[in-house]
């Protein structure tokens, strides 16, 4: 399964994450013509593990529904207004996929992304409800292993893992008491290796500095 703060990375992220992104877009001159409010939801995710040069690296894959609504003037012409609808779907799929042709942290872009939106009807819309449409647009995201590994890490610092329990991450670990106090002894774990057992039984390690990895160059 994949974990949560991998995934608030990739959409939620500040700087780099898509639910930021199109928050700043829909502000936009290009959306000023529709009204719109937007929600998403994972359908599925999965985590694969790889191995290279006898370490492990997580590469996650998201599948990814994002559901907005948009709303039209009630005396808008339901044909005019399914054309009003098309238009936003295009613009937002444009601007997804943008998103992910500048996102370094992604394996390769959004290749493709199925996009429908329901029948005009009235849609809940801030409290109420409006004439409107409810679009859906579902898309993969590969997610590099790179950038995994340092979400991994961050959390890991504040992880206890047991005597011989799989290394997540390559680094040192430091040998924490039952009562949550580290000793200043520590240990040199590589990915997918058992930790080693500790003195005492009731001890466990957590990591203090994860291992750097030097990008080859090409």
């Known amino acids: 399964m994949t974990q949560i703060p991998i995934v608030r990375q990739i959409l939620s992220d500040p700087d780099t994450g898509l639910l930021s992104y199109l928050s700043q877009q829909l502000q936009t001159p290009s959306f000023s013509p529709f009204k719109s409010q937007f929600g998403f939801y994972v359908d599925e995710s999965c985590t694969q593990v790889t191995s290279k040069d006898d370490s492990l690296e997580r590469q996650t894959i998201l599948l990814l529904t994002l559901k ?5 003037d009630s005396q808008t012409p339901s044909d005019e207004a399914a054309v009003h609808a098309l238009e936003f779907q295009e613009l937002l799929d444009a601007q997804i996929i943008g998103w992910s042709q500048d996102n370094e942290n992604l394996l390769q872009p959004i290749s493709s992304i199925k996009s429908t939106f329901s029948q005009l009807s009235d849609i809940p819309f801030h409290g109420g409800y409006l004439p409107g449409f409810e679009i859906k647009s579902q898309f993969t995201i590969l997610y590099s292993p790179v950038t995994t590994e340092l979400s991994q890490s961050e959390e ?27 000793t200043g002894l520590e240990v040199t774990s590589t990915a997918g290796n058992p930790f080693p057992p500790t003195s005492e039984s009731d001890q466990s390690y957590r990591l203090v500095d994860p291992t750097k990895h030097k990008k080859s160059n090409r």
């Open 68 to 72: 907005l609504s948009i709303v039209v």
């Open 156 to 182: 890991a610092q504040y992880s206890l893992h047991s005597p011989g329990e799989r290394t997540p991450i390559s680094g040192q670990y430091e040998v924490i008491n039952s009562n949550g106090k580290g």
